[in-house]
């Protein structure tokens, strides 16, 4: 089993959908969750953090649920613009905190 | 804040050369900072991770005697692709994570795009 799972998707929804986003991560002794977006042949831009209450950063809404080890995204409102990779980065508590990433989902946001 | 340059942003060499790539953190202080390498359409791929001070810990696979890091300050880290071949032509990404350790995200620079021909 993959210490962080993504489903690569693609996820194709159109304009003004909402999408949601799972991602499984297999050490409980996880510490720190984060999304990022990468465009095509970019690099990977912070998109925000996960924290354990949840948060919520205009459209986008991260969730953490530490019993089932998983982190979730949801946007609101899809832009075009929202076509991307999105990746979550857990990172593994005890020594050198190594992130690691999941393999990204893809969405496609069409008119 | 937290801004990471990376230089520089195009290559081109020959099979054969080596390649210096610059990773420099601008506002902040990187104590850890990470060497991705992604090919189309595939994931990051961790290279290493160097620590300011101390030698580089290599991920599985990845031979240090080609890809030379250094982490000589805590603003700068440089790898180093030594005879570069063209299987080595990749996008290669650095990232850099503050003092405050796991809970910092990380920061990536814009990715330096490598062809070795």
């Known amino acids: 089993r993959k210490e962080v799972e993504q489903d690569p998707g693609p996820f194709n929804v159109p304009e003004g959908a909402t999408v949601a986003f799972n991602c499984t991560y297999s050490?409980?002794?996880?510490?720190?969750f984060f999304w990022y977006r990468q465009d095509c042949r970019k690099e990977p831009k912070l998109l925000m953090s996960?924290?354990?209450s949840g948060n919520e950063d205009g459209r986008f809404t991260a969730q953490l649920n530490r019993a089932s080890q998983y982190i979730s995204l949801l946007i609101r409102d899809s832009k075009l613009s929202d076509s991307a990779t999105y990746l979550c980065?857990?990172?593994?508590?005890?020594?050198?905190?190594?992130?690691?990433f999941g393999r990204g989902t893809s969405l496609i946001v069409h008119p | 804040g937290a801004v990471v340059s990376q230089h520089p942003s195009r290559v081109i060499c020959k099979s054969g050369t080596s390649v210096k790539i610059e990773c420099r953190s601008l506002?902040?202080?990187?104590?850890?900072m990470f060497w991705y390498r992604q090919f189309p359409k595939q994931s990051l791929m961790l290279m290493a991770t160097?620590?300011?001070?101390?030698?580089?810990?290599?991920e599985q696979g990845v031979e240090k005697d080609k890809f030379l890091i250094n982490h000589a300050s805590l603003t700068l880290s440089t790898l180093t692709v030594t005879s570069a071949h063209p299987e080595d032509s990749s996008f290669y990404i650095c990232?850099?994570?503050?003092?405050?350790?796991?809970?910092?995200?990380?920061?990536f620079g814009n990715g330096t795009r490598l062809t070795v021909t």
């Open positions: 990232s850099a994570r503050g003092a405050q350790g796991v809970i910092s995200p990380l920061h």
């Open positions: 050490n409980s002794a996880s510490q720190s």
């Open positions: 996960v924290y354990s």
């Open positions: 980065v857990v990172n593994h508590g005890g020594g050198s905190y190594i992130p690691t």
């Open positions: 506002d902040f202080q990187a104590t850890t």
């Open positions: 160097s620590n300011e001070g101390s030698k580089a810990t290599y």
